[in-house]
């Protein structure tokens, strides 16, 4: 690709900031999970209430995607990153001195909206320089990010729970959040090279959008994408009560439990890394798309046929997280690559649907009202809904090519 290199920054630069900023929704998440138990006898409230600040924090944090995108596409990536990240600790601020679970609950909706921007931009700065293989070398790394964020933070957030207590746990956001704020304001450089307003203007967003949603390059990878990636969000409210209300783990033993499930994942982009070194990334795919289904046959065998353990809830879950490993190199780069004129709405779009995904899941796993059933039934079926999706539409897009 042509580019004036002095706008532009390096593969590493851009993975590496890419990484953090992507990290920041998932980390808000994953930090907080252990302490959901303890924030029903603090509030004197029920589990019900507390699910709903971790719901509120998806719903901010999805429909956000679809604004977030097109306001870098008009006035650059790196000062509306700022703008969110502003947003994200001041409620990360406000959801540490929260009174009430109510209160909590706007402060998370409200933190969701700031960390948005995470996942947006840090797709659209690849899209603005890279494509093919290395564009899936980059989100390889990314990927690792997104797993290691999620595996380190229960861990952290137990231990800060047990030695001071669920305050502490916004604090590390905080910190987090600051020390991100620093690294985009001294380190990232606008890559976006033609921001303009008319890509605020709503016929023009209707526009954009209806085309990503008709166009089966996009939609297909998308889909996978929301069902894989959604299902990991929406398996944040239910592992918490499954691990430690039914297996009855401590927070900070459930941290570590969960490295089980983000050390997977993280095996998982570091093989797929090493094979991207010889082979392109969409050779990959068919063996994770494999894998994802063996993975949903185990979760909702093993739910029904055995008393929950740590192993009969982690085997499946840590053979899933691996297998999308291998699928997201190559959906994120097909995902972006036909749509650089609209990289921020493709990556908001993407974003939404990801999200959107777990929030649709958690919300069904609340309805139901038993997360070992939400485990045995709702979170199995995304990631086969997803695939067979990903299947019919790739069919359609490769029947188009043929005819023109």
């Known amino acids: 690709m042509t580019a004036a290199p002095a706008t532009l920054m390096s593969a590493r630069r851009t993975a590496l900031l890419g990484a953090g900023l992507v990290a920041v929704g998932p980390i808000s998440m994953a930090l907080y999970t252990p302490a959901m138990p303890a924030l029903v006898a603090f509030f004197g409230t029920t589990d019900g209430a507390v699910k709903l600040t971790l719901t509120s924090y998806f719903a901010g944090f999805a429909a956000t995607q679809l604004v977030c995108g097109p306001l870098t596409d008009a006035f650059g990536r790196k000062p509306i990153t700022i703008l969110f990240l502003g947003i994200y600790l001041i409620s990360s601020v406000l959801a540490t001195f929260s009174p009430t679970v109510e209160f909590m609950v706007a402060a998370r909706a ?36 997104l797993a290691l964020g999620p595996a380190l933070s229960p861990t952290i957030g137990g231990f800060v729970l047990e030695l001071f207590g669920w305050r ?29 307003k008319h890509h605020l203007n709503p016929r023009q967003l209707a526009i954009n959008y209806t085309t990503l949603l008709k166009d089966p390059r996009f939609l297909a990878p998308a889909i996978l994408i929301g069902c894989g990636l959604g299902n990991i969000s929406a398996l944040a409210p239910v592992l918490p009560y499954v691990l430690i209300s039914e297996v009855g ?26 094979l991207l070194k010889v082979t392109d990334a969409h050779k990959l795919v068919p063996f994770g798309l494999g ?10 065998g093993m739910t029904l046929t055995q008393a929950p353990s740590v192993a009969s809830v ?14 997201l190199p190559a959906s994120f780069t097909d995902s972006m690559a036909p749509f650089p004129h609209i990289a921020g709405a493709a990556s908001s779009m993407l974003g939404f ?4 995904g777990g929030v649709a899941a958690s919300l069904i796993v609340a309805v139901v009202g038993d997360p070992v059933l939400g485990l045995a039934f709702v979170l199995p079926a995304m990631p086969v809904v ?10 359609q ?5 043929a005819a023109e």
């Open 110 to 145: 409200l933190q969701g909206v700031g960390a948005a921007i995470g996942i947006s931009v840090s797709r659209a700065i690849v899209r603005d320089q890279f494509t093919g293989q290395a564009s899936a070398r980059i989100m390889n790394t990314i990927a690792m990010m």
């Open 168 to 196: 502490e746990v916004f604090w590390c956001m905080v910190i987090y959040g600051v020390a991100l704020m620093a690294a985009v304001t001294v380190f990232q450089v606008e890559t976006n090279p033609s921001p303009g």
């Open 249 to 274: 783990l401590s927070p900070s033993v459930f941290g570590l439990t969960m490295i089980l499930q983000s050390g997977s994942f993280i095996l998982g982009t570091v093989v797929t890394g090493q």
């Open 291 to 300: 894998m994802l289904v063996v993975a949903s046959v185990l979760m909702c």
């Open 314 to 327: 982690m085997a499946p879950v840590g053979l899933f997280v691996f297998a999308l490993a291998f699928v």
């Open 353 to 356: 649907l990801q999200f959107g």
């Open 386 to 395: 997803g695939v067979v999706c990903y299947l019919l539409l790739r069919g």
């Open 397 to 401: 897009d490769t029947q188009h090519a």
